[in-house]
């Protein structure tokens, strides 16, 4: 990676995200990311280890939220008065709501926000559109990004990845909110296999569908990226759980770092 790129992040006070933008950092790559509250990411680091000289030099946080079309153009485009736009190399999304109960026996399991990972997905593909279209001869398909985001298990339509002893959680209480990730699987997959490649925004994308979620951003608090699980759709790894960092440092290890390139196109799944 030259040293003009960077990764772009959205959800970066997610767990999985936080721990794949903590390695990113060690790493000495730059990154961008959108906050709502700036704040707390940059403590979220500092908790992490991360010190402010790191961020200063190597991550730019822009204020805003996914519907703010604007930041999100600041997130994904450096250089943008210049005739010489840097776009984002790779995206890594962990956009997604907050779980919440409710009174109903068919839909017991809710999120805040039931459309939030589409309206991310339609707002990064929109944004793209809008910067192909003012720089049509300056960036190349193949200096388009890849995307990366978190999904989950439980929404194949191919095979199921979920163990027995999971399927009522995930496929009745959890159904709603899952719906959310199947459009969002759905929108990415649409652009990516259009068969206009001009009309795709991404260069690949990677859905990563790990299993029921433990633990928090702690770099410290997995059991290490090696000993995940790993599958594709066809083939998936079937596991009760996963740590939210030992997700953030195989997105770390196998996407950032090596570009995602045997990846691309795939739909993969880890678990402990």
Sequence with gaps: ?????????????????????????????????????????????????????????????????????????????????????????????????????????????????PEICATATKNVIQVLQQIYTEFPTTISQQQKPVITVISTTGVSDVKEDVPFGFQFLYHVLLADPHKDKKVMEKLITENTQESDASKRVFRGAIIVRPSLLTGDHSVKGGKGWKKLKTGQEEKPAVGYTVHRADVGQWIFEQVVKTGGESYLGQRITLTN
């Excluded at 604007?70 to 776009?87: E, F, T």
């Excluded at 956009?95 to 068919?106: A, E, H, Y």
């Design 1 to 113: 990676m030259s040293s003009s790129q960077f990764i772009a992040f959205f959800g970066a006070t997610g767990g999985c995200t936080n721990a794949c933008l903590v390695h990113t950092l060690n790493a000495g790559f730059h990154a961008t990311a959108l906050a709502r509250t700036p704040s707390k990411l940059i403590d979220m680091l500092h908790g992490q280890g991360i010190s402010q000289a790191t961020i200063d030099a190597q991550l730019t946080i822009i204020k805003g939220d996914i519907s703010d079309i604007a930041a999100i153009k600041s997130v994904l485009l450096s250089n943008k008065d210049n005739s010489n736009p840097v776009l984002a190399s790779q995206i890594i999304s962990g956009i997604g709501g907050t779980p919440q109960l409710q009174r109903s026996l068919k839909k017991p399991v809710t999120i805040d926000n």
